[in-house]
């Protein structure tokens, strides 16, 4: 675990979705560093006890009234970091409507309320599935976004609110377009806990320890060495590591950037399933099915903007990291 990387002494942050998976990884690194989180989280997707860093108010972003009232009870705070959303990408297309009331509504109710009180610092967490369809890897943020799906449809409509209200209204922001988010706390006391789970690693994790019988990969045709498509892995504590950064390019003059957050390093699918195999050292099951529209071939970051700006470099993700704290987590959760 990484400590004390910048002194969040005396400093309250709210994280808007802080029962997650990433948020409560990104609460853990604001205790660590001295800072204190608060977290704001509906609990539709997370989970109160993975809220152990600080206090939290139970309140959905949806609910314009009930978020203002909120953030007035906090008007004091600085910096809102903002990762609530509805993820999953399959249930956004058959619920689009559901997909951008919760996302983009959720969203400019939580701008709104940000300007009646102290708060003009904004970290959010976007992803790498704003970007269109492109060959040309590493991915630069110059890249157009043409996103394909309705998940990163939402998130590019957020991202050019967050630019409007910085335009017109003066908010510092620095927009994070997290890759793959993989991996856990050393601890083993948060992890990924998604329901329904759609990410490869914790499926896969879920197939060697037998509690499903076999997986899918999608697509064993495509033009990379093994056949299955490429992504960027990037651990979660690394992803935390990148808000705190953040937090300290304000200080530093920062106000306003878009900014990857990967390795840089291409993973296939099967070097994951491999790399849990030799960690876990049991068989992950898998069957080849076909390919999903949308799903590029490859899709890994060119980090040069977050070094840049943020004096971000990954520090956890190497793969065999990321598999044995991920697996670290799920045995403690299914007790193994
Ligand atoms: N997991 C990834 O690989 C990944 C990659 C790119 C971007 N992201 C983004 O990072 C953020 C966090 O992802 P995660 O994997 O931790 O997801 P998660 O589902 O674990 O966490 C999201 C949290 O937001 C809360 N939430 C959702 N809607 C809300 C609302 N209306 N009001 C209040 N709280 C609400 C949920 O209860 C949950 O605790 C998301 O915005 C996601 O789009 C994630």
């Known amino acids: 675990m990484t400590k004390s990387i910048y002194n969040l002494q005396g400093r309250e942050f709210i994280v808007v979705g802080g029962g997650g998976y990433i948020g409560s990884h990104v609460c853990k690194m604001i205790d660590d560093n001295s800072g204190t989180p ?10 109160k006890h993975a809220v152990k860093w600080g206090q939290y108010v139970d309140v959905d972003l949806r609910d314009r009234k009930a978020t203002h009232a909120a953030f007035q009870k906090h008007k004091n705070v600085k910096t809102v970091i903002h990762l609530a959303s509805s993820i999953e990408v399959g249930i956004g297309e058959k619920q689009p409507a559901e997909f951008y009331d919760n996302n983009v509504t959720g969203a400019l109710n ?26 040309n890897m590493p991915l630069l943020e110059t890249e157009p976004q043409n996103p394909f799906s309705v998940y990163g449809k939402t998130k590019l409509a957020i991202e050019g609110m967050i630019q409007s209200f910085h335009k017109a209204y003066g908010l510092n922001y620095v927009t994070l377009r997290y890759f793959n988010a993989s991996g856990a706390d050393d601890s083993g006391e948060i992890g990924e806990e998604h329901n329904p789970e759609t990410h490869l690693i914790p499926i896969a994790l879920e197939a060697a320890a037998g509690r ?15 056949g299955t498509c490429i992504r960027d892995y990037i651990h979660v504590n690394d992803i935390a590591l990148a808000h705190i950064k953040s937090e300290q390019a304000f200080d530093n003059g920062l106000s306003n950037a878009e900014v990857n957050i990967g390795t840089g390093v291409g993973i296939s699918n099967l070097e994951i399933l491999q790399t849990i195999e030799r960690v876990t050292g049991k068989p992950v099951p898998y069957d080849a099915a076909p390919r999903r529209d949308g799903d590029l071939t490859q899709l890994y970051a060119d980090g040069t903007r977050a070094k840049e700006l943020l004096e971000f470099m990954p520090q956890h993700s190497n793969l065999e990291n990321i598999i044995k704290t991920a697996w670290n987590f799920h045995r403690q959760k299914w007790d193994l």
């Open 38 to 47: 608060i977290t704001f989280d509906n609990f539709s997707a997370g989970h």
């Open 110 to 135: 939580l701008l709104m309320a940000m300007r009646e009180t102290d708060a003009d610092r904004l970290i959010f967490s976007s992803t790498c599935a704003t970007y269109g369809e492109t060959t």
């Open 212 to 226: 499903r019988p076999r997986m899918k990969i999608f697509g064993t045709d495509y033009g990379t060495p093994d």
